[in-house]
């Protein structure tokens, strides 16, 4: 086919019985942003009174929520429920065509769905679907979801839910509106996320890639839709039903890592990602002890990690580099040339605190390692004395396959390169990754599967 599709890392939002959703998903939409920058979109769907249809509306734009929606929007968006989305795609552009939720018409009425993930036979489906005669509008995977949706004879939502799915394969966390649910399904892997809450003084449900939507909306954390399971929401309240079987469980680490935001419940014990990111900085210190005299983060995503270090080792944590908030992401750049502006116009770092030191830098990751060949080039020059580096993370060699965005394999400095090769490139001292082992037995993540593709290459859902 040669064309790739593009990858979904993306999160999505669904709200059910409250007179203005629109909203509250933008609100929840602003909270899970870090999911994906390039577009966003609401559907609303009005009530289904009895003398009425109901009604889909929507709308779409380029860039982040708060730009793209005003109050005139969303005042126009009425209705009883909706979903929201916010997308990130390295290929195809932010081209609005690929923005989501999609609505479409089928033999069941108008739904509206909204994907995070990527269907691991994406290939060999659209390549059938194409052989019988459909043709693609996007070249975002949630396509063939639709296609298959609208080839169902099945009489109801579930049923033609089940015959459109049972054949895509993982990743696939997804929101639907129908004109009287809101539908919630997790692939059977649990590859992505996807979290209930409840507002308690509206009954109202919502559904979210990230916990920390609810926050911002007053609603309460209930727990996961389980793996394979389909959450429906409608006047009648919730009703739960596992329609496929839980696989394997292949949860993403990644999004422990670093994806998700601290503040989110996701794939841990009941207990923000925050804290198991801490125990994966302490991890390192035990596994790789350094002596220094201070600790220093790469704001924001690394800071539990380089806390945790702090504590274990016991050696301060400071603010090496102080953060300017006032641009986006340096990896979310599209040129070499410009993400490495992006990293000086990111970090600075800060003189007294590092000057004549001996620093510790913790990061999340490396990916091509253009951040931190950078970073410690800056620290050299505001004087630190030695600078050694910890990665919360092994050696991330494999560009994922199921909704992570990241380079292709060449590109990534771990796939070509050693350590020590890695830590000559970035001119440090010393790099120390956290090993696979240690980041797997960090007692605060869930008992029983995650996917580790990216950093072992074991690819446990086979592509198509
Ligand atoms: P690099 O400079 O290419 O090595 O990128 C490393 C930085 O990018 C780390 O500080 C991570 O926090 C961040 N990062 C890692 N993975 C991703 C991703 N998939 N998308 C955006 N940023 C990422």
Same mark, same amino acid.
């Given at each position: 086919?040669?064309?790739?599709?593009?990858?979904?890392?993306?999160?999505?939002?669904?709200?059910?019985?409250?007179?203005?959703?629109?909203?509250?998903?933008?609100?929840?939409?602003?909270?899970?942003?870090?999911?994906?920058?390039?577009?966003?979109?609401?559907?609303?769907?009005?009530?289904?009174?009895? *003398?009425?249809?109901?009604?889909?509306? #929507?709308?779409?734009?380029?860039?982040?929520?708060?730009?793209?929606? !005003?109050?005139? $929007?969303?005042?126009?968006?009425?209705?009883?429920?909706?979903? /929201?989305?916010?997308?990130?795609?390295?290929?195809? %552009?932010?081209?609005?065509? !690929?923005?989501?939720?999609?609505?479409?018409?089928?033999?069941? %009425?108008?739904?509206? $769905?909204?994907?995070?993930?990527?269907? @691991?036979?994406?290939?060999?489906?659209?390549?059938?679907?194409?052989?019988?005669?459909?043709?693609?509008?996007?070249?975002?995977?949630?396509?063939?979801?639709?296609?298959?949706?609208?080839?169902?004879?099945?009489?109801?939502?579930?049923?033609?839910?089940?015959?459109?799915?049972?054949?895509?394969?993982?990743?696939?966390?997804?929101?639907?509106?129908?004109?009287?649910?809101?539908? %919630?399904?997790?692939?059977?892997?649990?590859?992505?996320?996807?979290?209930?809450?409840?507002? *308690?003084?509206?009954?109202?449900?919502?559904?979210?890639?990230?916990?920390?939507?609810? &926050?911002?909306?007053?609603?309460?954390?209930?727990?996961?839709?389980?793996?394979?399971?389909?959450?429906?929401?409608? &006047?009648?309240?919730?009703?739960?039903?596992?329609?496929?079987?839980?696989?394997?469980? #292949?949860?993403?680490?990644?999004?422990? =890592?670093?994806?998700?935001?601290?503040?989110?419940?996701?794939?841990?014990? &009941?207990?923000? $990602?925050?804290?198991?990111?801490?125990?994966? %900085?302490?991890?390192?210190?035990?596994?790789?002890?350094?002596?220094?005299?201070?600790?220093?983060?790469?704001? &924001?995503?690394?800071?539990?990690?380089?806390?945790?270090?702090?504590?274990?080792?016991?050696?301060?944590?400071?603010?090496?580099?102080?953060?300017?908030?006032? =641009?986006?992401?340096?990896?979310?750049?599209?040129?070499?040339?410009?993400?490495?502006?992006?990293?000086?116009?990111?970090?600075?770092?800060?003189?007294? =605190?590092?000057?004549?030191?001996?620093?510790?830098?913790?990061?999340?990751?490396?990916?091509?390692?253009?951040?931190?060949?950078?970073?410690?080039?800056?620290?050299?020059?505001? /004087? @630190?004395?030695?600078?050694?580096?910890?990665?919360?993370?092994?050696?991330? +060699?494999?560009?994922?396959?199921?909704?992570?965005?990241?380079?292709?394999?060449?590109?990534? $400095?771990?796939?070509? +390169?050693?350590?020590?090769?890695?830590?000559?490139?970035?001119?440090?001292?010393?790099?120390?990754?956290?090993?696979?082992?240690?980041?797997?037995?960090?007692?605060?993540?869930?008992?029983?599967?995650?996917?580790?593709?990216?950093?072992?290459?074991?690819?446990?859902?086979?592509?198509?």
């Amino acid at each position: 086919m040669g064309e790739k599709a593009i990858k979904d890392k993306c999160g999505v939002f669904g709200i059910f019985g409250v007179d203005n959703p629109a909203e509250y998903t933008y609100l929840g939409l602003h909270n899970i942003q870090h999911r994906g920058q390039e577009t966003c979109g609401i559907v609303t769907s009005s009530e289904e009174k009895k *003398e009425s249809k109901g009604k889909f509306k #929507q709308y779409h734009g380029k860039g982040i929520v708060n730009d793209v929606f !005003n109050e005139k $929007i969303l005042e126009k968006l009425n209705g009883r429920a909706a979903i /929201g989305h916010v997308r990130y795609s390295t290929r195809g %552009g932010s081209s609005l065509n !690929n923005a989501q939720p999609i609505i479409v018409s089928t033999k069941n %009425g108008v739904i509206a $769905i909204a994907h995070n993930g990527q269907f @691991a036979n994406y290939k060999r489906l659209k390549r059938e679907l194409i052989e019988k005669g459909s043709i693609f509008k996007t070249t975002s995977d949630t396509e063939i979801a639709l296609h298959k949706f609208s080839k169902s004879n099945a009489d109801s939502i579930k049923e033609n839910i089940y015959e459109a799915f049972k054949d895509i394969k993982p990743s696939y966390s997804i929101v639907m509106l129908t004109k009287k649910e809101l539908i %919630g399904l997790r692939d059977s892997s649990g590859v992505r996320p996807l979290v209930i809450g409840y507002i *308690e003084d509206k009954d109202a449900y919502v559904l979210a890639s990230e916990s920390v939507a609810f &926050d911002i909306i007053g609603a309460k954390y209930i727990g996961e839709v389980k793996s394979g399971e389909i959450v429906i929401i409608d &006047d009648n309240g919730l009703r739960r039903e596992q329609l496929f079987n839980p696989g394997k469980q #292949q949860r993403c680490i990644f999004e422990c =890592i670093y994806f998700s935001r601290p503040d989110s419940f996701v794939f841990s014990k &009941d207990i923000t $990602i925050s804290v198991a990111r801490k125990e994966f %900085g302490r991890q390192i210190y035990r596994e790789c002890p350094v002596d220094a005299d201070v600790i220093i983060p790469v704001p &924001d995503s690394s800071i539990d990690a380089a806390l945790g270090y702090s504590y274990e080792s016991k050696i301060p944590f400071d603010w090496g580099f102080v953060r300017n908030h006032y =641009i986006g992401r340096t990896f979310i750049q599209p040129t070499q040339t410009k993400r490495d502006v992006g990293v000086i116009k990111k970090f600075n770092p800060n003189k007294s =605190i590092v000057d004549g030191k001996r620093v510790v830098v913790v990061d999340d990751s490396i990916v091509r390692a253009s951040t931190l060949k950078k970073l410690i080039k800056l620290l050299r020059k505001f /004087g @630190a004395k030695d600078i050694h580096v910890a990665i919360s993370c092994p050696p991330y +060699k494999y560009s994922c396959y199921l909704g992570i965005d990241t380079s292709e394999k060449e590109k990534l $400095i771990a796939n070509e +390169k050693s350590i020590e090769e890695i830590k000559n490139f970035i001119d440090a001292d010393s790099l120390h990754y956290l090993s696979k082992q240690g980041m797997l037995d960090n007692k605060y993540l869930r008992e029983g599967g995650f996917c580790t593709y990216c950093f072992d290459g074991e690819e446990v859902i086979k592509r198509e």
